[in-house]
């Protein structure tokens, strides 16, 4: 039964609007607000539809991450702790270990280069709002470039090799924050996770294409700490805040994280061969008008994830249209889904998750009329799917404010 269903049916025990129909019988409100639905339903099925030809990703390029059979450990045994802000070029070598203590920050101006094989660690016994970070400020570079033989691997102290899926939040994770457009309230905001008075943790801007460095060959491992349980504040494995096509990723894991794996916050920067697994909410989520383009993109989830796919659109009046190209969504012990809602736009090419479900949302005004939301933008050409394996159902949380009254 549709979420929708279940809740107009709630609401019609206690407050029932009805009307006649051509006929005379009477129409309750909750069959004309089904037939909204029935009829957003009808035209976006004209749209889209399964294809069971999608190929998905090319898998053949994980083998040197955790997941696919990369087994990299650290030879290194001197530790570097690393406190406060980073304000001069530093450089971090493959022959120590450097702890992460609360959130270290990358300031602007300054580059922080990690070499191949380096392992970096989030100090595990931090929590709440000192839980261990790795934060690249605006203006700020980071320069990770590890190679398919020695990955940079970030994870926390805890990680002596034995830890599985099931061990999450274990430290913060990477978050990077550029100067490329973002559609908010205003023009740039405040990172989740970092406190308001911490300035470092603001993101967007005007430029496009700028550059917050390069990051390939890096694995991120057990993070997602929570910074507010009450408010639902944790770290992605990797946050990237209005980070501009400047920016170099590619060949990326995230890994047993609590909340997401990877999360755009707008921004215009491309991500070639991403890997996402088991991971506490959402594989790859996207909001704030992301506009860049994410190629040969790799997720599994299982019973503790939310969707594989989370995909929202504007929050401002700037507009944005992010490109999915070549993915492959699979399941271990749970559905597979991906949910498009609040104004999504934009293009899903390739895309193989294995017959499970792309979820769009709906919404609607006080006359019952469709508004801008993701099954709209579908139907008026703005969201397109191509070649998806997978099934497709229109639904809402949303209420008319008719029946409130």
Request: aromatic share 6%.
């Amino acid at each position: 039964m549709r979420k929708f269903i279940a809740m107009a049916l709630f609401l019609s025990g206690t407050l029932v609007f009805t009307s006649c129909s051509d006929d005379g019988e009477e129409v309750t409100d909750t069959e004309v607000q089904q037939a909204a639905l029935d009829g957003v339903s009808t035209a976006v099925s004209g749209v889209v539809s399964t294809d069971a030809s999608a190929s998905g990703a090319d898998e053949t390029v994980f083998g040197w991450t955790l997941t696919k059979g990369g087994t990299y450990e650290s030879s290194a045994t001197e530790k570097v702790v690393v406190e406060g802000n980073i304000d001069t070029d530093t450089d971090w070598t493959a022959d120590k270990i450097y702890v992460v203590t609360k959130r270290v920050t990358v300031l602007d101006g300054a580059t922080l280069t990690i070499e191949a094989g380096t392992r970096v660690e989030g100090d595990a016994s931090f929590e709440g709002v000192d839980a261990s970070v790795l934060m690249i400020a605006r203006g700020g570079k980071i320069m990770a470039e590890g190679t398919v033989d020695a990955p940079i691997i970030m994870t926390s102290t805890a990680d002596d090799g034995t830890l599985t899926a099931d061990t999450k939040g274990e430290w913060g994770g990477l978050v990077v924050l550029g100067k490329a457009p973002i559609s908010a309230e205003q023009a740039e905001v405040q990172i989740e996770g970092v406190p308001a008075d911490d300035v470092n943790g603001l993101y967007g801007g005007t430029a496009a294409n700028d550059n917050s460095g390069v990051i390939t060959y890096v694995s991120i491992r057990h993070g997602g700490a929570v910074i507010d349980a009450a408010a639902g504040d944790e770290i992605n494995g990797l946050t990237l805040g209005g980070v501009g096509s400047g920016t170099k990723i590619e060949n990326v894991e995230v890994y047993a994280n609590s909340d997401d794996g990877i999360e755009f916050f707008g921004g215009t920067v491309n991500v070639t061969n991403a890997v996402v697994t088991k991971v506490g909410d959402d594989a790859i989520d996207i909001d704030q008008s992301y506009s860049g383009t994410v190629t040969n993109y790799l997720v599994t989830v299982d019973g503790n994830s939310d969707e594989g796919l989370e995909i929202d659109g504007r929050e401002g009046d700037a507009l944005g249209s992010f490109t999915l190209i070549n993915g492959t969504i699979m399941a271990d012990g749970s559905s597979v889904t991906c949910d498009f809602k609040s104004k999504a736009q934009g293009t899903v090419r390739n895309l193989n998750a294995n017959g499970g479900k792309i979820k769009l949302d709906a919404s609607f005004d006080d006359a019952f009329a469709s508004t801008e939301n993701a099954a709209k933008n579908v139907v008026d050409g703005k969201l397109v799917f191509t070649t998806v394996n997978a099934t497709f159902e229109v639904y809402t949380d949303d209420l008319p404010a008719l029946l409130e009254e």
